[in-house]
């Protein structure tokens, strides 16, 4: 990685509430549910969960881990431009571990996908960071595994699914 990157790296690290929102605790809110579809259905009862919630169920393709995410007690901060920070899967098929051929791409894997272990709300550029360097993508899965023992991967621990 360049040694400016290095830098911003530092910052974002150094600054993690600015740019980084974790979930309070890990939610499975629609085991076997992907991104696949372009609008999503909630069971009743999930509806009803999350409307008690004061959670408006998103049906957009990624609406359901975002729901997931707020459900678990995540916070989504709004930018300046009045939309919410992203919601990142930390498992988003970039980046495989070593020799491994490949890794999880949650949005593509019903046990995950939903998962709020997995889901992280970042700043734009924190977002882009996580998108463009592995290093700064598996210091999040890292910290994922410390906070809630996810790891679909089995790198840090066994082996999730």
Not at 107 to 135: C, N, W
Request: glycine share 8%.
């Amino acid at each position: 990685m360049d040694e400016d990157y290095e830098k911003i790296v530092k910052i974002v690290r150094d600054n993690l509430p600015a740019f980084i929102s974790w979930p309070k605790r890990s939610l499975l809110l629609l085991p076997g549910v992907t991104r696949d579809a372009r609008y999503h259905q909630y069971p009743t009862e999930v509806k009803q969960q999350l409307i008690k919630a004061g959670i408006t169920p998103d049906k957009r393709s990624n609406g359901p881990a975002i729901c997931s995410f707020l459900l678990a007690d995540g916070i989504r901060p709004v930018r300046e431009t009045g939309k919410g920070w992203n919601i990142h899967h930390l498992y988003d098929g970039k980046f495989p571990y070593n020799n491994n051929p490949t890794t999880t791409h949650a949005v593509k894997d019903g046990r995950f996908f939903t998962e709020a272990a997995g889901l992280v709300a970042l700043h734009p550029l924190a977002d882009a960071m996580a998108d463009e360097f592995a290093d700064f993508a598996w210091w999040l899965r890292r910290e994922a595994y410390d906070r809630f023992g996810f790891d679909p991967d089995g790198v840090f621990g066994e082996r999730q699914g």
